[in-house]
């Protein structure tokens, strides 16, 4: 069928009754017409084939909606169609789009032109997006924002205990104590008894001695848990170093340690010259783990003592053990210089050890 003029053709559209606000609604719209021959008079009464499109532009442009080709039934050129009612126009048509054109074909015959612009009737679907609301039946996911609630109006009735905590309003007396706090806010409690302390006990290497089931308990330091059994020894050594150089054990000292930690070793010598009259001899000392060790390998010290004079030396070190047991180290020295016939003479010697836990 060919139509003469766009003009002579009557295109009203409206809303059809939809008052809900249900954001869920599909626009639907009446679409009402008049079909006339090029002659300007009404069509044979008949069922005819049309077809209805939505596009953004007035010409061209993108097919936003597509009815697809449906039979209707014309009488006296009238024709009303619902368009919507067959294929659904999409809910954010109107919201995303600030224009939009009708078009329309019939039979075989090209598309009317111009498009009919879709009027602000049609737009009123908007109004089931609004940006604003004082109150609103439903909204849309993630549609809210903290900027939208007045501070302080959300109250206890209003929060799902199952996602979050509400505040605590229980509260514990006398002996009891909060065993949980529970999801609406609630808390459960245990009685705690009071009284004396049943019984205080000490265990090997913890660092006390003492304890009792009942009554005052009175607890004092082990130092042998921290020390070892000997922590300290002392004794008195006189011997002589001859000058040519060979190393001699000064002072022994063993120590049980229970566990990994450090051992401090102090070694304490009290030095004279025999032989050196007005000239000077030189000796060494060191501490170490093994009763063979030069008394110049490692780490050492040096000393000078002149004529018939006495000198005190000191020497210290610490080392470290990764494990419980007993641990032996040796207090060595040797004469380094002085008059040929010269010997040194440690009058007075003391080795301590004092262990440190991890």
Do not use: H
Not at 194 to 221: F, H, K, P, R, Y
Request: with cysteine; net charge negative; proline share 4%.
């Amino acid at each position: 069928m060919t139509l003469l003029r766009r003009g002579a053709m009557l295109l009203i559209l409206c809303l059809i009754a939809a008052s809900t606000a249900d954001a869920a609604i599909s626009p639907k719209l009446t679409y009402q017409g008049r079909l006339l021959d090029s002659a300007g008079v009404p069509v044979a009464n008949g069922d005819y084939l049309l077809r209805f499109r939505i596009y953004d532009a007035l010409a061209g442009g993108n097919t936003l909606w597509d009815d697809g080709t449906r039979q209707l039934t014309i009488t006296n050129g009238l024709l009303t169609y619902v368009l919507g009612d067959s294929t659904a126009i999409p809910n954010n048509l109107f919201a995303n789009n600030s224009s939009l054109w009708l078009g329309v074909k019939v039979g075989v015959d090209d598309e009317m032109s111009p498009r009919t612009e879709v009027t602000a009737a049609a737009f009123s679907f908007q109004t089931l997006r609004a940006d604003t609301a004082e109150v609103a039946v439903s909204v849309g996911p993630n549609a809210v924002t903290s900027a939208s609630i007045v501070d302080g109006s959300i109250g206890i009735i209003d929060v799902d205990d199952s996602q979050i905590q509400r505040r605590v309003t229980g509260e514990a007396g006398p002996n009891q104590a909060i065993r949980a706090v529970n999801a609406n806010g609630s808390v459960s409690l245990i009685t705690v008894g009071d009284g004396d302390i049943t019984g205080i006990t000490t265990s090997s290497s913890s660092g006390l001695n003492g304890g009792v089931s009942s009554g005052t308990a009175n607890l004092s330091v082990d130092p042998t848990d921290f020390n070892g059994s000997a922590p300290m020894q002392e004794s008195y050594f006189s011997g002589s170093l001859i000058s040519s150089g060979s190393d001699i054990t000064i002072r022994t000292a063993s120590i049980a340690v229970p566990g990994p930690g450090r051992i401090v070793a102090m070694g304490n010598v009290v030095v004279r010259c025999l032989g050196c009259i007005t000239s000077t001899s030189g000796y060494y000392l060191t501490i170490s783990s093994s009763s063979t060790a030069s008394s110049v390998s490692g780490s050492y010290g040096r000393g000078e003592v002149d004529g018939d004079t006495r000198d005190a030396a000191t020497r210290m070190d610490v080392f470290t053990v990764s494990s419980p047991g007993t641990y032996t180290y040796y207090l060595r020295g040797r004469q380094s210089s002085g008059p040929v016939g010269s010997t040194i003479d440690f009058l007075y010697s003391q080795l301590v050890l004092l262990f440190i836990p991890n």
